[in-house]
């Protein structure tokens, strides 16, 4: 029998940039759904009634989420460039604005995570979060931190925001960062989801504290030669509801010679 290549086209790709997936489907699976289409063919001649050869089909049907996505959700991140779908920064025009909304992670779906935004150059591109890290699995109560977002350029470097559940840091229920301890504490708690890896004290070269409104915010200038994210990191992190949201700015020696500046502008533009 022929191979079967069904393609894709995600309704999140603009129209500009539209990007086929192909996928194959396995000879198993490919016998199972021409055995049940056959089997409607036939029925059909020996005057099977209509729900009956409706119901062959919607088994036959029934194996393509199976068979085309393996079971795992397809991410919803555009790996266009975010100037094509985002609004441009009413502040800086070069920039745009990411403003996170439910439609955009499953914690923000579910309430666990306020929605956030921060500014981006237009040039950056969205990545995939992994299933496994993304905290699709243990919504809505994750014992664990967990990916919201990742966008990256390959010239400037990347960023990604990280959830943490508030219970893990405190007992207090909506606590304030400033009620979980201080910079120091906090960064000794999430620096290994800053790094990727674990954190060194002696990696933390500067911390500083805002203040917006109600909210607090520490940020920190961290140099990181052994960090699987980059030997250069800048992190943001507050506290609100039932999470901690936690903002990292990474990039390597090159990337940080030319673009620490426009990181740190990310940075400065993050809030809940």
Same mark, same amino acid.
């Given at each position: 029998?022929?191979?079967?290549?069904?393609?894709?086209?995600?309704?999140?790709?603009?129209?500009?940039?539209?990007?086929?997936?192909?996928?194959?489907?396995?000879?198993?699976?490919?016998?199972? *759904?021409?055995?049940?289409?056959?089997?409607?063919?036939?029925?059909?001649?020996?005057?099977?009634?209509?729900?009956?050869?409706?119901? !062959?089909?919607?088994? +036959?049907?029934?194996?393509?989420?199976?068979?085309?996505? %393996? +079971?795992?959700? *397809?991410?919803?991140? $555009?790996?266009?460039?975010?100037?094509?779908?985002?609004?441009?920064?009413?502040?800086?025009?070069?920039?745009?604005?990411?403003?996170?909304?439910?439609?955009?992670?499953?914690?923000?779906?579910?309430?666990?995570? =306020?929605? @956030? =935004?921060?500014?981006?150059? &237009?040039?950056?591109?969205?990545?995939?979060?992994?299933? *496994?890290?993304?905290?699709?699995?243990?919504?809505?109560?994750?014992?664990? &931190?967990?990916?919201?977002?990742?966008?990256?350029?390959?010239? =400037?470097?990347?960023?990604?925001?990280?959830?943490? &559940?508030?219970? $893990?840091?405190?007992?207090?229920?909506?606590?304030?960062?400033?009620?979980?301890?201080? &910079?120091?504490?906090? *960064?000794?708690?999430?620096?290994?989801?800053?790094?990727?890896?674990? @954190?060194?004290?002696?990696?933390?070269?500067?911390?500083?504290?805002?203040? $917006?409104?109600?909210?607090? @915010?520490?940020? @920190?200038?961290?140099?990181?030669?052994?960090?699987?994210?980059?030997?250069?990191?800048?992190?943001?992190? !507050?506290?609100? %509801?039932?999470?901690?949201?936690?903002?990292?700015?990474?990039?390597?020696?090159?990337?940080?010679?030319?673009?620490?500046? !426009?990181?740190?502008?990310?940075?400065?533009?993050?809030?809940?």
């Amino acid at each position: 029998m022929a191979s079967v290549s069904p393609i894709l086209l995600s309704p999140l790709f603009s129209n500009s940039s539209k990007s086929s997936l192909k996928l194959g489907i396995s000879n198993a699976n490919q016998a199972s *759904i021409q055995e049940n289409l056959s089997l409607i063919c036939i029925d059909s001649k020996r005057g099977v009634s209509v729900s009956q050869r409706r119901e !062959t089909l919607i088994k +036959g049907l029934a194996l393509l989420p199976l068979v085309v996505f %393996g +079971g795992a959700p *397809i991410s919803e991140a $555009r790996e266009v460039e975010v100037g094509s779908y985002l609004p441009p920064s009413p502040t800086d025009p070069s920039f745009v604005v990411f403003k996170a909304s439910p439609k955009d992670t499953p914690a923000l779906r579910a309430g666990n995570v =306020q929605p @956030y =935004q921060f500014l981006i150059p &237009p040039t950056w591109k969205q990545s995939r979060v992994a299933n *496994i890290l993304s905290g699709n699995y243990c919504q809505p109560k994750c014992a664990e &931190p967990w990916v919201e977002v990742k966008f990256e350029d390959e010239k =400037q470097g990347k960023i990604q925001v990280v959830a943490s &559940p508030l219970i $893990r840091l405190t007992n207090k229920t909506n606590a304030s960062i400033e009620e979980i301890g201080d &910079p120091e504490k906090v *960064i000794a708690s999430l620096g290994p989801f800053v790094t990727g890896n674990s @954190y060194d004290p002696d990696e933390l070269l500067e911390t500083s504290v805002e203040k $917006r409104g109600q909210q607090t @915010y520490y940020k @920190y200038v961290l140099e990181t030669p052994f960090a699987l994210t980059g030997s250069h990191n800048l992190a943001k992190a !507050t506290a609100k %509801g039932s999470t901690v949201v936690l903002f990292v700015a990474s990039a390597n020696d090159k990337q940080w010679s030319t673009s620490q500046k !426009t990181l740190k502008a990310m940075l400065d533009s993050f809030e809940v």
